[in-house]
């Protein structure tokens, strides 16, 4: 069996699913859309896979240089990220909607005379591409709430991984600061070591009214916060068991006002 290839049909086709691809892409997961660069990408994108079609003799190597070089090079020649958690989400979306935008191709193409079932592919598959960038924007957004810590002691500094959770809200009365809850094995031995003072502060919680906290003030702690580190100075931390923390993600559950400046 033999099929007819027009060129300039193929060219057109390709650009505009390319174009709505990125532009999908960068709707759902909010991103700043310059027109110029995402036309370029996908002409780019689409010139590369139409000339990569007439010299490779192998479609299955054509089909993986489309799909993991060129597809790849036309999201970023169009968003310009520079981290790669980020390109990848762009380029997971990207070519969700590619496979997606086909679909309702090969669709409308077999059934264009029944423009009900092609209505209910294609609202089925934006929901879906709705679906998908929302859970992804919250990941993203669940992820940026984890940040590096550096805990500064009179001996020397830590390294830990820092939860900002909106709930803590303990504050010290004594000193009138807020408290950060960290793991009771991170400052064991410093605590021990530096003979750093530990008092007693009251809590409350769902699962206990009212208790006391042992605590410690440091000499300072780094928030490595979007590449620049926010510095406090005297924190509060209130040791707490290793039950309390869920995960290993992290190792110090920072107060809601960490970030007020």
């Not at 410093?190 to 003072?197: A, F, G, H, L, W």
Request: charged share 25%.
């Amino acid at each position: 069996m033999k099929y007819e290839l027009y060129a300039d049909v193929w060219f057109l086709t390709n650009f505009t699913m390319d174009s709505l691809a990125l532009l999908i892409t960068g709707k759902l997961l909010k991103q700043r859309i310059d027109i110029k660069r995402l036309l370029l990408g996908s002409f780019i994108g689409t010139i590369l896979s139409i000339v990569l079609f007439f010299k490779l003799d192998d479609y299955s190597w054509y089909q993986l240089i489309v799909h993991f070089l060129v597809n790849p090079l036309m999201v970023y020649l169009c968003y310009r990220s520079k981290r790669k958690k980020e390109f990848l989400g762009q380029w997971a979306i990207t070519y969700l909607a590619f496979i997606l935008l086909g679909g309702i191709l090969e669709w409308s193409m077999q059934n264009i005379n029944d423009s009900r079932y092609f209505a209910i592919y294609l609202v089925g598959a934006l929901l879906f591409l709705a679906t998908s960038g929302k859970i992804l924007s919250h990941l993203k957004r669940q992820k940026e709430t984890i940040y590096d810590l550096l805990l500064v002691t009179r001996e020397g500094n830590i390294s830990v991984k820092g939860f900002y959770d909106t709930g803590n809200l303990l504050i010290d009365p004594l000193v009138n600061q807020p408290v950060h809850i960290i793991k009771r094995e991170i400052l064991k031995e410093q605590i021990q070591r530096e003979k750093i003072p530990v008092r007693l502060i009251p809590f409350h919680s769902l699962g206990k009214e009212t208790g006391l906290l042992e605590a410690v003030t440091l000499e300072g702690m780094y928030i490595l916060k979007d590449g620049s580190p926010m510095y406090l100075k005297k924190p509060v931390f209130g040791i707490a068991e290793e039950k309390l923390f869920q995960d290993d993600k992290c190792d110090v559950i920072l107060n809601a006002k960490s970030m007020e400046s």
